[in-house]
Nanobody, 124 residues
Framework: VQLQASGGGLVQPGGSLRLSCSAS????????VGWFRQAPGMQREAVSC???????TYYADSVKGRFTISSDAKNTVSLQMSSLKEEDTAVYYC???????????????????WGQGTLVTVSS
């Protein structure tokens, strides 16, 4: 399985970015896909997760109302990020959960596969 995260970049506070996660070797809509992030010097933390088969979604409190996760196509999951803040600066990773689906409070121990990260920098 290869997961590819893309869409990161530099954006000003208040701006928007759209991250995408694509996969080869698995059909994402059959499983759960998550987004995590890791800021410099910090532990990796959960951001959002979608059970692609039924569309249920979960968000960390810090991003609720600002980020939206969606299953866009057969093998792509996106994370639309709006009203970005400097504290959203981090490397963002997508993940594939083949064993345990998404649930409230999902953790970094749930994914079975990780993609490489994409850097999001929010700065003026």
């Amino acid at each position: 399985v290869q997961l590819q995260a893309s869409g990161g970049g530099l954006v000003q506070p208040g701006g928007s970015l759209r991250l995408s996660c694509s996969a080869s070797g698995y059909t994402l809509v059959d499983y759960a896909v998550g987004w995590f992030r890791q800021a410099p010097g910090m532990q990796r933390e959960a951001v959002s997760c979608i059970n692609a088969n039924d569309g249920t979604t979960y968000y960390a409190d810090s991003v609720k109302g600002r980020f939206t996760i969606s299953s866009d196509a057969k093998n792509t999951v996106s994370l639309q990020m709006s009203s970005l803040k400097e504290e959203d600066t981090a490397v963002y990773y997508c993940s594939l959960h083949t064993d345990i689906g998404c649930y409230p409070g999902f953790t970094i121990y749930d994914p079975d596969y990780w993609g490489q990260g994409t850097l999001v920098t929010v700065s003026s």
